[in-house]
């Protein structure tokens, strides 16, 4: 993405000063820029073993990660590079290089082993890089993969027996590569030649015994074979003259042992072809901001003297993307509606249909963007919200209207309650007239659109704050007769009466249809999770289905078996009546 900031240079990811491992809050910066799906490679070894040449040349670059020229160990912690994906677009290849194992100077591998096991747990390629061969010598320095099980822990809760599956490692553990450089020997075994995958798997093959040196020589080699699911080998002759080495971020590759250069490539191309994408549980891809999250709870939890759990870290993932993915959609909802809505509306129903179509859209954005909704707590919080923000909306409309048409009835009514204070009206014939006129104004002000909701209750309201008014008019028309006073008393009566009992109805109608809203909305939350429950629910009665169909069938089977054998006994006996009856009979005759 274009917007994703570019890395010159490697970052220290996590810091380790003093023998603790923390977080730098500028790379988690720089990480949770990258928004696309990440492919993490990791490289562990011992330290001075040539592990960030490799890291650079994944990069594309010959300098980056510092190589050393000294046996001191160079690289402290772990240090990031995020670059592109040269062979998978949209993504964004991070590039983990860590500190050497090992380092006699401090003389504690209590941090090397956590070390170890951050690497496993952020990385979705595995690089284990060591020298020589794979001897006895090189699996007792992998003995960080034997303390795995009491490093990491898959699950907040063990099994019945207090232990975890290797299912639930290999299940979130990357795949593994063991990168052996300055490889002497010849890929041969009993004269034949093998591959550098084939001597991998020779290499972890198990004696059968059961001293402890069989259990120590088993113990790495069944660990790598039960936890990493997929295996690869690289061999590396060396790169140059030992004098040379330390020049190697300047040499260019015609300086170079063209052997070198070749497996170089083809370590490389590998890397860019076969490494996966980080997932976590459920196929959940791994981006910048996730990734960031992982690296806070697991340093958090080694920090704090706790394993860091895998199912923990989603958990927490999922409460700070889902409680995410409800803001934003509520931001959504907020948007939308303030681009639709014009208050007042003219009617209460065009407002629930803008309501609706706003929520439809909040919700589906946050079924895309959430992941394990325990109980669907956050989809339901999410509902609560935007039903009271519906609820804003009604209110916001209702006053939105009352202010619009309290200020209309100002500006069409002003000019008679002046004409009254004039006593224009205070006259022979007055009344009739002042009530013509109120005629005429009210006409006007129905007409006007954009009125909203409010119009005919809030002009119920004005014409009986002004019946005092009316009263005086009438009372001062000296020319009226008692009974036309009567008459004219008792039908603007009616009609205050009958216009109080149609704003009555209408408030009815109102709330009627705010109640209907409301349930419509209720059923759509229980309409998403009933159907969530039914496919379910289809789900396991197609299972069902299929082992009930295997089991008539085999039913069937043994039926039509024993039909056969009854009709064949059957058929054996019809024969040998036949032949009973064939046979002549002896007839004994007694004299």
């Known amino acids: 993405m274009a917007s994703e900031m570019v890395m010159p240079a490697p970052v220290c990811l996590i810091e380790n000063t003093g023998e603790q491992l923390v977080a730098n809050q500028e790379a988690l910066k720089i990480l949770s820029a990258h928004k696309n799906p990440l492919v993490v490679v990791a490289i562990v070894g011992l330290y001075r073993t040539g592990k960030s040449y490799l890291m650079n040349k994944l990069a594309g670059k010959n300098k980056g990660f510092s190589l050393g020229s000294t046996v001191q160990s160079h690289t402290k912690g772990i240090w990031m590079w995020c670059v592109p994906h040269p062979k998978k677009p949209n993504h964004t290849l991070v590039l983990l290089d860590t500190e050497g194992l090992g380092d006699v100077e401090k003389g504690n591998n209590q941090n090397d082993s956590w070390i ?43 099994n019945a027996n ?11 553990f990357p795949d593994f590569v063991w990168t052996l450089r300055d490889f002497s020997l010849d890929l041969e075994v009993n004269g034949l030649p093998i591959t550098a995958d084939e001597y991998l798997e020779n290499s972890l093959k198990l004696k059968r015994g059961t001293t402890e040196s069989d259990h120590n020589f088993n113990l790495p080699r069944l660990c790598i ?14 790169p140059t003259h030992r004098k040379k080495l330390g020049q190697l971020e300047t040499l260019r590759d015609n300086e170079l042992d063209s052997e070198f250069v070749q497996q170089t490539a083809v370590f490389c191309s590998y890397i860019f072809s076969n490494s996966k994408t980080k997932t976590l549980s459920g196929g959940i891809q791994i981006n910048g901001p996730r990734l960031e999250n992982l690296v806070l709870t697991y340093v958090n939890a080694i920090s704090s003297g706790d394993l860091p759990c895998m199912e923990n870290a989603v958990l927490a ?3 700070i993307e889902n409680a995410a993915a409800v803001q934003k959609a509520i931001a959504h909802y907020d948007q939308e509606m303030s681009q639709r809505v014009q208050l007042p509306t003219e009617t209460l129903q065009e407002l629930l249909d803008l309501h609706q179509a706003c929520e439809k859209e909040a919700i589906e954005l946050f079924m895309n963007s959430s992941f394990k909704d325990v109980d669907h707590l956050f989809q339901k919080d999410l509902g609560a919200q935007l039903e009271k923000k519906r609820d804003d909306f009604f209110k916001q409309n209702r ?10 009835l100002k500006d069409i009514f002003s000019p008679l309650e002046e004409a009254v204070k004039q006593g224009i009206y205070s006259k022979p014939g007055g009344y009739r007239l002042f009530i013509q006129k109120m005629q005429e104004l009210k006409r006007k002000y129905l007409q006007k659109p954009g009125k909203g909701i409010q119009a005919e209750e809030v002009l119920q309201e004005y014409l009986k704050s002004k019946e005092s008014m009316t009263d005086a008019i009438l009372q001062t028309d000296q020319t009226l007769t008692e009974k036309e006073k009567e008459i004219e008393v008792e039908r603007v009566k009616a009609e205050s009466a009958q216009a109080a009992t149609k704003a009555l109805e209408e408030m009815q109608i ?5 109640m209907e809203q409301k349930e419509r ?9 009933t159907e969530k429950m039914e496919r379910d629910r289809i789900q396991l009665l197609e299972e069902q289905k299929r082992t009930l169909a295997c089991k008539l069938q085999e039913q069937s089977q043994l039926l039509k ?31």
């Open 399 to 408: 006053q939105a209207s009352t202010d619009c048409c309290s200020d209309l």
């Open 521 to 529: 909305s209720y059923q759509e939350h229980v309409k998403q999770l």
């Open 225 to 238: 074979r039960k936890f990493f699911p997929k295996k690869k080998c690289f061999i590396f002759d060396r």
């Open 162 to 172: 207090g232990f975890e599956d290797s299912a639930d490692f290999m299940s979130f």
């Open 116 to 158: 170890f096991a951050l690497a496993i747990l952020l990385s979705s390629t595995f690089v284990y890089n060591s020298m020589g061969t794979i001897n006895q010598q090189a699996m007792d320095q992998l003995h960080y993969v034997t303390e795995l099980s009491d490093r990491i822990r898959a699950k907040s809760s063990p």
């Open 317 to 319: 993932l999922a409460q």
């Open 510 to 514: 109102k709330n009627q249809q705010m």
């Open 561 to 591: 078996e024993g039909f056969r054998n009854e009709s064949k006994q059957l058929h054996n006996e019809i024969e040998n009546l036949r032949r009973n009856m064939a046979r002549p009979r002896t007839v004994c005759v007694i004299s």
